[in-house]
């Protein structure tokens, strides 16, 4: 046995370093598609729309102006913080359920 990779030979770890290659290239590719997409969110039944991207970066914020009302600030407040945190919560998502179709729900860190 001296000598031996206990990884089963050259021709296995050749074949093991090329899967890791190809998993790689997957990975930076769905982290790129992630980057680019959109995803939307509502809140106050849909007066609240706000937009992210995958990267957990706020694109845009609409307000219904009926929501609008200068005597409730706060309630406005609210809502559009409700709004921003599911919008991450749906990139956060989106990132994990792309994720783990390449990497078979291994938890990679940094990913």
Do not use: C, H, W, Y
């Amino acid at each position: 046995m001296r000598g031996r990779s206990p990884f089963g030979g050259g021709q296995n770890m050749n074949s093991m370093m090329k899967q890791m290659q190809k998993m790689q290239k997957q990975i930076e590719d769905a982290q790129k598609e992630i980057e680019e997409t959109e995803v939307t969110a509502t809140a106050g039944g849909g007066v609240i729309e706000v937009v992210a991207n995958g990267k957990k970066e706020i694109i845009s914020i609409s307000i219904d102006k009926d929501v609008v009302d200068p005597e409730d600030v706060e309630m406005l407040q609210d809502m559009i913080v409700a709004g921003v945190n599911e919008a991450i919560r749906a990139a956060e998502k989106l990132s994990e359920e792309k994720m783990s179709k390449i990497t078979g729900g291994l938890n990679i860190p940094g990913l």
